[in-house]
């Protein structure tokens, strides 16, 4: 049970870091600490917010839960599930909140089919004292109340959705204030779904509790820190959307990576690296078939777009182009709130890494290639046989011109390496002779045209002139290089020394030596962090390694959450949350580690089809 800690409020806003995640593979809300809903998209991920307060306390609207001069609280999940309790005291007493949004009973969360009923259910329990809980929901942008049986039906514009909300209490106003006693219980349901309320809502929660600990129950058990490393599990396949197999890069948009800066992004679509990452990570820990579901996805979606984007939507559609919201002040007065994002527009060269990664660790874990399949495949690394030496944008989505990044060449080789493994392995049409020599060429390139031998370490680009990249400490993760070659110490070294955020947390980059055309600084990315604690394993340094991977679990929320990045000052959430891309350090991490200490290669699955 997590500890009880006081409710404030920094610039009128609940801290980041005080909120929990809650999801049906479909969409999520993030709940805070004091009853609130911070943010809520329905019925997608990717939706217009129904509420977003964490964007705006006064224009965001409001779906809250409150208890009177609550000074303290504390929050956790069911073991095992996506379902939240929030335990909140006042002076008058002590409630305890059940969110969650309702599972199909029996459904079997590794299909690819919807599992969600759309329905956010919140249960009310008085555990002490006479509290009085504050039921108030007001959609961003207001809303057409009409009454019905049991309930409220709101009509909302501004999102093009209509909502039912009902309570096992009746309701003679809303808002208004339910007087409880010790003992008593209540729930109330916002719907967007078809269907009407829970008949049972203690039952609806026992189902939903099964469904998500069958899934759970095929998480390993043999790694570090096993509670938060199952608890990143869950995280990333509540960021997953269910029916198609897509993962968005995180629940929320524009939440700041500095507070009063700029860099504020939309983050509820499905970035190919991500996901890709994502899947790798879930394979690692036991769940093979999310990696089949998102390769389908993501070729489907390249298919209908004539070549690969970097982000869609979750339908597999080229994500919208970024707007501005005037109307909302930004978390903690951070503006500008983006909505949709530009990445859409970039090239980026390390999908094609991504993509044949993906597949080759699909394969590896007994997965095939139909004809068709494999034919978008191999156009795929014959892509990357030129790709590798043209500018783009990179894995960091720069906004100054393009240059030719060493991850992005790095990825090509990638590409090129698994078509050609693939290939002689599985018997499959292609050139592998060719795709080994290209790959080879390329790693070749990488060590000799990064390499800047006046700060002993690769750079962010081919060729003279780069700044420390921090995702070059990736490369030993994707076999492009091992981790103990002498360019690859020292490059972590140099990682590790310039940098350094404090804490053991690293930026990504400094944007005064890596022009990336946005401005203003940004929080410590805690990615970067668990890629430093694999190279540092795979250096041998396992001491090391596994001091510095507590340090950063230790920035976990208490019920297990990540964000993008991190205040190195203070250790506050900063930049959109729950971050897929943190969540897979952790669990990549934690993998590697406790295969290590068991003397055992990295990656069991795919080690044979290196030899």
């Not at 002076?91 to 949004?101: I, Q, S």
């Not at 993906?358 to 978008?376: D, K, S, V």
């Not at 943190?582 to 069991?604: C, F, K, M, N, T």
Request: proline letters at 7%; aromatic letters at 8%; one cysteine or more.
């Amino acid at each position: 049970m997590t500890e009880w800690l006081p409710l404030v409020r920094w610039d009128g806003y609940l801290p980041l870091e005080d909120h929990g995640l809650i999801g049906d593979g479909s969409t999520c809300a993030l709940v805070g600490r004091d009853g609130s809903t911070g943010f809520l998209c329905v019925p997608r991920f990717d939706s217009s917010p129904l509420v977003c307060p964490l964007l705006d306390r006064k224009r965001g609207g409001a779906f809250h839960l409150s208890l009177g001069a609550a000074a303290e609280s504390r929050q956790h999940y069911v073991p095992g599930t996506g379902v939240l309790v929030t335990e909140i005291r006042s002076p008058e007493g002590m409630v305890r909140l059940t969110d969650l949004m309702p599972l199909r009973p029996g459904a079997a969360l590794e299909e690819d089919t919807h599992a969600g009923t759309g329905t956010f259910l919140r249960l009310v329990e008085a555990v002490h004292g006479r509290p009085q809980v504050g039921l108030r929901l007001e959609p961003r942008g207001g809303a057409s109340v009409r009454r019905e049986p049991g309930g409220v039906r709101l009509a909302c514009t501004a999102q093009g959705v209509e909502v039912t909300l009902r309570s096992s209490r009746p309701l003679p106003a809303w808002p208004g204030t339910v007087a409880m006693r010790e003992g008593d219980r209540f729930w109330v349901c916002l719907q967007w779904g078809p269907g009407g309320p829970p008949r049972d809502a203690a039952r609806t929660l026992a189902e939903t509790v099964q469904v998500w600990r069958r899934w759970s129950g095929f998480l390993v058990q043999d790694v570090p820190s096993r509670a938060l490393v199952h608890r990143s599990a869950i995280t990333l396949k509540l960021l997953d959307y269910f029916a198609n197999g897509a993962i968005v890069a995180a629940a929320t948009s524009s939440l700041p990576e500095q507070i009063g800066g700029v860099r504020n992004w939309d983050y509820r679509y499905a970035w190919i690296r991500d996901a890709a990452y994502t899947v790798f990570a879930l394979r690692r820990i036991g769940l093979p078939m999310e990696a089949g579901g998102f390769l389908t996805w993501v070729l489907d979606a390249i298919e209908n777009s004539d070549g690969p984007r970097v982000v869609y939507d979750v339908d597999g559609r080229a994500a919208p182009r970024e707007v501005l919201d005037p109307e909302l002040e930004g978390y903690r007065r951070s503006a500008p709130v983006r909505w949709g994002n530009d990445a859409v527009q970039q090239i980026q060269h390390d999908v094609y890494g991504e993509i044949l990664d993906c597949a080759f660790q699909w394969a590896a874990t007994g997965g095939t290639f139909p004809g068709e399949l494999w034919e978008r495949l191999r156009g795929l690394a014959e892509d990357a046989r030129t790709a590798w030496a043209r500018p783009d944008h990179g894995i960091w989505e720069i906004r100054s011109p393009s240059r030719p990044f060493t991850y992005s060449a790095a990825m090509c080789q990638v590409a090129l390496d698994r078509a050609a493994r693939l290939s002689r392995r599985l018997h499959l049409p292609g050139d592998p002779r060719a795709w080994e020599r290209d790959a080879e060429a390329i790693r070749s390139h990488v060590l000799t045209d990064a390499w800047d031998p006046s700060i002993r370490a690769l750079t962010e680009h081919l060729g003279p002139g780069g700044g420390l990249d921090a995702s070059l400490l990736a490369l030993p993760l994707r076999r492009v290089l091992p981790a103990d070659h002498p360019r690859m110490v020292a490059t972590c070294q140099a990682v590790a020394e310039r940098l350094a955020a404090g804490g053991g947390l690293l930026y990504r980059y400094l944007p005064e030596e890596s022009p990336d055309g946005v401005g203003g600084p940004e929080g410590a990315f805690v990615l970067c962090g668990f890629w430093h604690v694999d190279n540092l394993v795979g250096q041998g340094r396992l001491a090391e390694a596994a001091e510095l991977f507590e340090r950063l679990c230790s920035y976990a929320n208490p019920s297990g959450l990540l964000p993008e990045q991190i205040d190195p000052g203070t250790g506050a959430f900063l930049g959109n949350v729950p971050q897929a891309l943190s969540h897979v350090g952790l669990i990549s991490s934690a993998v590697l580690l406790g295969r290590a200490d068991r003397g055992l290669q990295p990656e069991l699955s795919t080690h044979a089809w290196f030899e």
